[in-house]
């Protein structure tokens, strides 16, 4: 159960029922902001570079009335004295309600959990999961399509290392969709991941798009790669242009978490499935939502 007692770490920590009744107050607080977070404190904490989701965040907290305490970067805090990740967490849940956290680390946001009693949000960790932007991601798609079942799902780009990717395919185990998997053979998505989808899903290396209903593009995460050859035999293989246009549905939406380098050309930008900047938008909404269930229960 989300609520003043618990964390946000997988996206599996989000029942279905918890995910509709999260989609009912954002669309509430799109119509109008209640001030439900006064006097609260909120500490976004960003050991890893980040726009949109720490942006995204401060102002759904403050849209709620609250307050915002920030770290951005190691540069100038303790961290660069040789603190420990968990003496840095242990000191500032004393100065807030709830914590944000993007940490380059697989499992940071496990290991903050594990320590902090205010509730903590995994806003990124490392290359593991994002499960914040997957509840944007679904609330986008499901304002699009009304629901969710039934619908094709393509992703594309980096499977591997792209942790939204790995969200994204375990939320969708809340609904009945199929999925296809576009990537190259060295950037399909990892095992563990593969092995908790509860859907049908292919994988290929074509960009096979014409039958989808949702087109998720997505960066070739070039900070992960252990080696910068192994990036540059992979970068700027799949890209979304205005020739894709062609081949897609009428009625199909084209997202991204953002943000974009060269995957999709700004001329893709004007037509009317690209979705990617609404879906920015989204997440301030679907961010108040959590807060107010994090800090209210
Ligand atoms: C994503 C991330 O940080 O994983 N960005 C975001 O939060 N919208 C995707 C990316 O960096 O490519």
């Known amino acids: 159960m989300l609520g003043r007692n618990s964390d946000l770490v997988s996206i599996k920590d989000v029942g279905t029922d918890e995910i509709e009744s999260l989609f009912r107050k954002a669309q509430a607080f799109e119509e109008n902001a209640e001030k439900s977070c006064r006097e609260r404190i909120l500490a976004t904490l960003f050991f890893e570079?980040?726009?949109?989701?720490?942006?995204?965040?401060?102002?759904?907290?403050?849209?709620?009335?609250?307050?915002?305490?920030?770290?951005?970067?190691?540069?100038?805090?303790?961290?660069?004295?040789?603190?420990?990740?968990?003496?840095?967490?242990?000191?500032?849940?004393n100065y807030c309600d709830a914590i944000v956290l993007r940490h380059p680390m697989n499992e940071a946001a496990a290991l903050a959990a594990s320590i902090a009693n205010v509730p903590v949000i995994n806003a990124g960790d490392g290359t593991n999961e994002h499960p914040t932007q997957t509840l944007l991601d679904l609330y986008t798609i499901q304002k699009e399509f009304r629901s969710i079942d039934g619908l094709k799902i393509a992703m594309i780009g980096d499977l591997k290392y792209g942790r939204t990717v790995h969200s994204l395919s375990l939320g969708l185990n809340n609904y009945d969709v199929s999925m296809r998997f576009i990537s190259h053979p060295s950037l399909r998505v990892p095992d563990e991941?593969?092995?908790?989808?509860?859907?049908?899903?292919?994988?290929?290396?074509k960009m096979k798009l014409s039958d989808?209903?949702?087109?998720?593009?997505?960066?070739?995460?070039?900070?992960?790669?252990?080696?910068q050859r192994a990036f540059e035999a992979v970068k700027g293989l799949?890209?979304?242009?205005?020739?894709?246009?062609?081949?897609?549905?009428?009625?199909?939406?084209?997202?991204?978490?953002?943000?974009?380098?060269?995957?999709?050309e700004q001329g893709v930008d004007a037509d009317k499935r690209a979705h990617y900047f609404q879906q920015a938008r989204n997440g301030v909404f679907v961010r108040m939502a959590i807060l107010d269930t994090f800090l209210n229960g």
């Open 49 to 93: 570079a980040s726009t949109r989701t720490r942006l995204s965040f401060e102002s759904a907290m403050k849209r709620l009335g609250g307050e915002v305490i920030s770290v951005s970067g190691i540069e100038g805090t303790s961290v660069m004295k040789g603190e420990t990740f968990e003496d840095t967490i242990r000191m500032v849940e």
């Open 238 to 264: 799949y890209k979304i242009s205005k020739e894709t246009l062609r081949s897609l549905k009428e009625d199909s939406i084209i997202l991204h978490p953002l943000p974009r380098v060269e995957e999709i």
């Open 212 to 227: 989808c209903d949702v087109i998720y593009m997505t960066r070739i995460q070039k900070e992960r790669f252990p080696e």
């Open 193 to 205: 991941i593969k092995r908790e989808i509860k859907n049908k899903f292919e994988e290929t290396e």
